[in-house]
């Protein structure tokens, strides 16, 4: 066992819920009495099983009912590796069909989230299939870090997609990344700017203030709608003072036992969190 694992745990419970649908649930209470919806994540990529991949299914499943019961402003985000898209692009396919549906049902929305550019091609196959099936409810996160997302785009638009635009969390290198931040952010601004003149709905998903700016004035220029995304425990300053401007505000609430890689993802995102696991090194 690694011996930092319990101390990046006391650093990752920022970012996460807990380890339980209970928590998940407390945390979306949590965010709905600040003025956001939340987007709830179970925890868990690169399943390769068919039972490990149904429980996540199940967990979804049971996720999506108690939303319901509650009342809560919250919806599901799930990850194609979770639901079966190692074992079939038709195993995740018909995954997703049956959370799209339930979701439907109950006027909620499914989230599918992006993961590395090796599943990008099965991703995008499946959320068109779900789109031409009438799932308008359904919406897709796209990574600005990638070259290939303004072609991937390109196919999308003329689908009225509902798409999350995101910056990026798995590092790719050139050529099918780009080599620097400077670089993402201009090429997250290039992709907004396609999404509003097309009129498709973003979700403006990071937490770099200029590109929220820039976001809310090509929405509002062409009469898109839009809402912003964040994670939990990060910039609530930002989020506070979208809430406050009367804005549509998501949190996107991670929780489960697979906790120890999405957190070593937000380290290797934000140096700050590193900074927050060195002072509980020492206690801080």
Same mark, same amino acid.
């Given at each position: 066992?690694?011996?930092? #694992?319990?101390?990046?745990?006391?650093?990752?419970?920022?970012?996460?819920?807990?380890?339980?649908?209970?928590?998940a649930i407390k945390a979306a209470k949590e965010a709905n009495a600040k003025g956001m919806a939340a987007l709830l994540n179970?925890?868990?990529?690169?399943?390769?099983?068919? #039972?490990?991949?149904?429980?996540?299914?199940?967990?979804?499943?049971?996720?999506? !009912?108690?939303?319901?019961?509650?009342?809560?402003?919250?919806?599901?985000?799930?990850?194609?590796?979770?639901?079966?898209?190692?074992?079939?692009?038709?195993?995740?396919?018909? #995954?997703?069909? !049956?959370?799209?549906?339930?979701?439907?049902?109950?006027?909620?929305?499914?989230?599918?989230?992006?993961?590395?550019?090796?599943?990008?091609?099965?991703?995008?196959?499946?959320?068109?299939?779900?789109?031409?099936?009438?799932?308008?409810?359904?919406?897709?996160?796209?990574?600005?870090?990638?070259?290939?997302?303004?072609?991937?785009?390109?196919?999308?638009?003329?689908?009225?997609?509902?798409? #999350?635009?995101?910056?990026?969390?798995?590092?790719?290198?050139?050529?099918?990344?780009?080599?620097?931040?400077?670089?993402?952010?201009?090429?997250?601004?290039?992709?907004?700017?396609?999404? +509003?003149?097309?009129?498709?709905?973003?979700?403006?998903?990071?937490?770099?203030?200029?590109?929220?700016?820039?976001?809310?004035?090509?929405?509002?220029?062409?009469?898109?709608?839009?809402?912003?995304?964040?994670l939990r425990g990060i910039r609530e300053d930002l989020k506070a003072w979208a809430v406050r401007q009367g804005y549509i505000?998501?949190?996107?609430?991670?929780?489960?036992?697979?906790?120890?890689?999405?957190?070593?993802?937000?380290?290797?995102?934000?140096?700050?969190?590193?900074?927050?696991?060195?002072?509980?090194? +020492?206690?801080?």
């Amino acid at each position: 066992m690694n011996p930092l #694992r319990p101390l990046l745990y006391r650093v990752a419970k920022r970012w996460i819920a807990g380890s339980s649908r209970v928590d998940a649930i407390k945390a979306a209470k949590e965010a709905n009495a600040k003025g956001m919806a939340a987007l709830l994540n179970y925890l868990g990529e690169g399943l390769r099983e068919a #039972r490990s991949i149904d429980e996540a299914l199940s967990e979804y499943e049971g996720l999506q !009912r108690a939303i319901a019961e509650l009342g809560l402003r919250a919806h599901i985000s799930v990850k194609p590796t979770q639901l079966g898209l190692l074992l079939s692009e038709q195993a995740l396919l018909l #995954r997703l069909e !049956r959370l799209a549906e339930a979701a439907r049902q109950r006027g909620q929305l499914l989230w599918i989230d992006m993961e590395q550019g090796q599943y990008v091609d099965g991703t995008l196959r499946a959320y068109s299939s779900l789109l031409e099936k009438g799932f308008t409810n359904v919406g897709l996160a796209l990574q600005a870090n990638l070259r290939r997302t303004e072609k991937d785009l390109g196919g999308l638009l003329d689908k009225r997609p509902r798409i #999350r635009l995101v910056k990026g969390a798995y590092p790719t290198p050139p050529p099918e990344g780009f080599s620097s931040r400077a670089e993402v952010a201009r090429n997250y601004e290039r992709l907004m700017e396609l999404l +509003f003149e097309a009129r498709a709905f973003v979700a403006i998903a990071t937490h770099d203030a200029r590109l929220v700016l820039r976001g809310i004035e090509l929405a509002q220029r062409n009469g898109a709608e839009f809402e912003l995304q964040f994670l939990r425990g990060i910039r609530e300053d930002l989020k506070a003072w979208a809430v406050r401007q009367g804005y549509i505000v998501a949190e996107y609430i991670p929780y489960g036992q697979s906790w120890y890689e999405y957190s070593m993802r937000r380290l290797r995102e934000n140096r700050k969190n590193i900074w927050l696991l060195i002072r509980s090194l +020492f206690g801080g």
